[in-house]
């Protein structure tokens, strides 16, 4: 059974650069064909999708996100990394590892998400 | 950027039937599909591809598309469908992106 597990610092200084990173068991994100994603939440709010990336690296971002998001793929580990680059306190959010089996399918499996929160 | 409405909010007593909606110019186009979140859990998918139900999700909940709206019924409604539905589809426009609902709270009075 696909399981997806988040982890990171769950407190970044404005202006710096949030790291999460999601490492995945149950499958290999090198022989699967899934894509693997983040969204997030911030508090109180509505769901936000940042991007998804293939295992081979192919990339796709959230438009309003993509000038400070990078998605990376680390098959020897078999994780997923998020970065986040400029926060601000409007990236305070519950972040999900997700994945779906093509790049316009639901998203069948979440991980349990990670909180991270901007300080000033 | 494309925009999926939701009213924030619906109640309905239990053994009644719930209908969320979800609308937007998108949907004429492309499939949606629905998340139930209840409160510190991670969003579960209830329904994809517009009406297609995931293996665990009980025939209650249903799915349907009309031009420009889609929704989500549960039928005899129970105190553990109380939670957040959210809408999503899947944006494959200039610039491609998911695109989610403003999500719905269900209150079972």
């Known amino acids: 059974q696909l399981q997806l597990q988040e982890s990171g610092p769950g407190l970044v200084k404005s202006s710096e650069t949030l790291s999460l990173t999601c490492t995945v068991s149950?499958?290999?994100?090198?022989?699967?064909?899934?894509?693997w994603g983040w969204i997030r939440q911030s508090p109180g709010k509505g769901l936000e999708w940042i991007g998804s990336?293939?295992?081979?690296?192919?990339?796709y971002y959230n438009p309003s996100l993509k000038s400070r998001v990078t998605m990376s793929a680390d098959t020897s580990r078999n994780q997923i990394s998020l970065k986040v680059s400029s926060v601000t306190a409007a990236d305070t959010a519950v972040y999900y590892c997700?994945?779906?089996?093509?790049?316009?399918?639901?998203?069948?499996?979440w991980g349990q998400g990670a909180l991270v929160t901007v300080s000033s | 950027s494309n925009v999926l409405t939701q009213p924030p909010s619906v109640s309905v007593a239990p053994g009644e039937t719930a209908r969320i909606t979800c609308g937007g110019k998108i949907i004429t186009t492309k499939n949606v599909h629905w998340y139930q979140q209840k409160p510190g859990q991670a969003p579960v998918l209830v329904m994809f591809?517009?009406?297609d139900r995931p293996s665990g999700i009980p025939e209650r909940f249903s799915g349907s598309t009309s031009g420009n709206t889609a929704t989500l019924t549960i039928s005899r409604v129970e105190a553990g469908d109380e939670a957040d539905y959210y809408c999503?589809?899947?944006?494959?426009?200039?610039?491609?992106?998911?695109?989610f609902g403003t999500g719905t709270k269900v209150t079972v009075l």
């Open positions: 999503q589809v899947w944006d494959s426009s200039w610039e491609p992106s998911y695109v």
């Open positions: 149950g499958d290999s994100i090198r022989s699967s064909t899934y894509f």
């Open positions: 997700t994945t779906h089996p093509t790049i316009s399918a639901p998203c069948f499996s």
């Open positions: 591809y517009d009406s």
């Open positions: 990336i293939y295992y081979s690296g192919s990339t």
